[in-house]
């Protein structure tokens, strides 16, 4: 017992093993402008920016509409717009780091080591044709 109860410390707390890399960050609450032009979207071509708080995002059109989620992987960190698309329809993007897959439509965790979803950001096109997020 004590040898589990080291290493079920120790992966965690000392690696930061099955730790959700999201947990505090922060969605914006309210619409807030990101520097990504929805004219400049290309399908099933991801793209990266970060809200005035800092918030990383992950945005990416798939098939004439934009989804917007974490851009953080919850496992261990990696950037995700850098990841491919995959899937059958390729709306599944994978970490580059330990090929995890998340769903680009609703944020969850669709294959391992990942265990916890992407925080879900809702988007909208302003006046300007910038895309706008906040947290569903």
């Not at 950037?79 to 390729?90: C, F, H, M, T």
């Not at 330990?98 to 950001?121: I, M, N, Q, Y």
Request: aromatic letters at 8%; a neutral charge.
């Amino acid at each position: 017992m004590l040898v589990g109860a080291y290493f079920g410390g120790e992966m965690p707390y000392g690696y930061a093993t099955e730790v959700n890399r999201q947990a505090s960050s922060e969605a914006p609450a309210k619409w807030e402008r990101i520097e990504v032009a929805a004219s400049g979207l290309d399908d099933r071509k991801p793209a990266a920016a970060k809200t005035k708080k800092g918030f990383d995002v992950f945005v990416v059109k798939l098939d004439g509409k934009i989804y917007a989620m974490g851009n953080t992987c919850t496992h261990a960190g990696g950037p995700l717009n850098e990841g491919k698309l995959v899937g059958a329809d390729r709306c599944e993007i994978e970490c580059p780091w330990h090929a995890s897959r998340f769903c680009v439509k609703d944020g969850d965790a669709k294959g391992g080591p990942a265990t916890f979803a992407e925080p879900r950001l809702e988007t909208r096109v302003n006046d300007q044709g910038f895309v706008e997020v906040k947290a569903l």
